[in-house]
């Protein structure tokens, strides 16, 4: 027999947010809405973890009102089996203001039950607030809180700053630069690039598979094959039709099929014969498969297979493999249209790198721990540039740094035993707090990374070699500017 499932609102801020929500953010917002679902004579909510109550005996407050999300077929035994499930996902550690809050959690507890969402009203809060200029404000400071909020990068302005700003840090001026750091100062500046070229014959067999389960194949043959030639050739062309190939796959294929593509592409960005030709057009396909794969993927969606990220996260990696590539793919002026508006090709490298360090998926993060690399050789670059004098057309502001800082410090807190990934998500970190004014530095120590990074000194145990030095090296001399700064 259908059982009723039941929405209760509370406003969190007992009517305050209606009575100054338009003084303080020039917008009215009803409330500081909490919401717990009710079936089976329990309420479920989330917050310090999944918890269950007698309904109306919680302690949020006011209720506003009781929702009717309509009737399940499902069970009770099935549902709480379902809820005991969800413990180990929704965490009191997990728990974000901003992107996995208790209205997240009813969000998807209804589609489960009911095939619905909660009222968008409710679950757009976050972003309704975000859009203010106060809440833009004041996200860095959630943030450092909670960690990094992809819906607040979302809402996060793009910043142009002219070349005489202190904005802009000056590496010759900038106190930090008193401060010694060998190893720091010494990393290699290449970025890691996954050029390594998969077996052709392979990667396009199963890309073809794909495409002849959905009729796809015949009428492509001639593009693939060209698409082929074209990797494999010394003078590259990719042949007629490709764009629209691109286009017909992204949308036909599932998420699941489309690693074929995108190990294709992380190579052929690669010549330099033909990157200009991905990026050429307005919007970028490059920029905007890595947004759609990535930043512009709605919440509601499954994990993304492990496959597609990983190859998301290669080709990424592979955009900072040439000058042109990472101009393109680090600008504040390109955009990718999203119906929040348009997404600076800036944004969408750091969402995903974001979203890439904090994934459930240890090879995930092990691969974003490159990107992450490889974004701090391009800040460092791009800092000494300026220090020189020289013209850049995007510069480097705190706000963004803040972002990289938070994630890399939330990704260090993995218990890794792999040297190689410590390293590079340690070798980011310094040069990003090397480079940053006050307020990263004041993050990082908030975030207690200190403690964090010897924390994983201690698992790995002092190993021996070239990477344990410069390991240790790194972990000393960010030790060292954060003493500096606590002073």
């Not at 690669?270 to 200009?276: F, G, P």
């Not at 013209?391 to 938070?406: G, K, P, Q, R, T």
């Not at 990003?432 to 994983?456: C, E, H, P, W």
Request: hydrophobic share 40%.
């Amino acid at each position: 027999m259908p059982s009723t499932v039941q929405l209760l609102l509370y406003d969190l801020s007992a009517g305050m947010a209606r009575m100054l929500s338009q003084q303080l953010t020039g917008s009215l917002i009803e409330g500081i809405w909490h919401t717990s679902v009710v079936l089976y004579g329990r309420e479920v909510y989330f917050g310090q973890g999944i918890q269950i109550d007698h309904p109306g005996a919680t302690p949020h407050g006011h209720l506003v009102k009781t929702i009717d999300m309509g009737s399940t077929d499902i069970p009770e035994d099935v549902f709480w089996e379902y809820i005991e499930g969800l413990r180990g996902t929704w965490t009191a550690e997990k728990y974000h203001l901003f992107d996995n809050n208790c209205n997240s959690f009813t969000r998807e507890v209804c589609l489960f039950l009911v095939g619905k969402p909660i009222p968008s009203y409710i679950s757009d809060l976050p972003s309704e607030f975000l859009s203010t200029p106060f809440g833009r404000q004041i996200a860095p400071l959630i943030e450092g809180m909670f960690g990094p909020s992809r819906i607040a990068a979302e809402h996060r302005e793009p910043v142009e700053v002219p070349s005489h700003t202190p904005s802009i840090w000056q590496l010759t001026d900038h106190p930090h630069a008193k401060i010694r750091t060998p190893t720091i100062d010494g990393l290699p500046m290449d970025p890691i690039l996954f050029s390594q070229s998969s077996k052709l014959d392979a990667i396009f067999k199963k890309w073809v598979q794909f495409l002849t389960e959905k009729n796809m194949q015949a009428q492509n043959e001639g593009i693939l094959e060209g698409i082929k030639v074209a990797i494999e050739s010394s003078e590259p062309r990719l042949p007629s039709g490709w764009r629209e190939f691109l286009d017909t796959c992204l949308i036909n294929l599932p998420e699941s099929n489309l690693f074929p593509l995108l190990d294709v592409l992380r190579l052929l960005v690669l010549k330099r014969e033909i990157c200009a030709d991905l990026i050429r057009d307005s919007p970028s396909r490059i920029m905007s498969i890595l947004f759609l794969l990535g930043p512009g993927r709605s919440n509601a969606l499954p994990t993304l297979p492990s496959a597609t990220h990983l190859m998301i996260l290669r080709l990424a990696c592979n955009l900072f493999g040439s000058a042109s590539l990472i101009s393109h793919c680090l600008s504040l002026h390109l955009t990718v249209a999203a119906s929040s508006g348009p997404v600076p090709h800036r944004s969408i490298m750091t969402g995903l790198l974001i979203e890439s360090l904090l994934s459930k998926d240890t090879q995930v993060k092990r691969t974003a721990a490159s990107l992450a690399y490889n974004m701090s050789c391009q800040v460092w670059k791009l800092h000494t540039s300026h220090s020189k004098g020289q013209a850049e057309n995007d510069v480097i502001v705190e706000e963004w740094v803040s972002e990289l800082v938070a994630a890399v410090i939330k990704a260090l807190e993995e218990p890794w035993n792999d040297d190689e990934t410590v390293f590079r998500i340690l070798a980011a970190l310094g040069r990003f707090i090397k480079l940053s004014g006050d307020g990263v530095s004041n993050l990082a120590l908030v975030l207690d990374a200190t403690t964090i990074i010897r924390r994983q000194l201690n698992r790995l145990g002092g190993g021996v070699g070239e990477l344990a030095t410069r390991i240790q090296g790194v972990s000393e001399d960010i030790c060292r500017i954060l003493e500096f700064a606590r002073e």
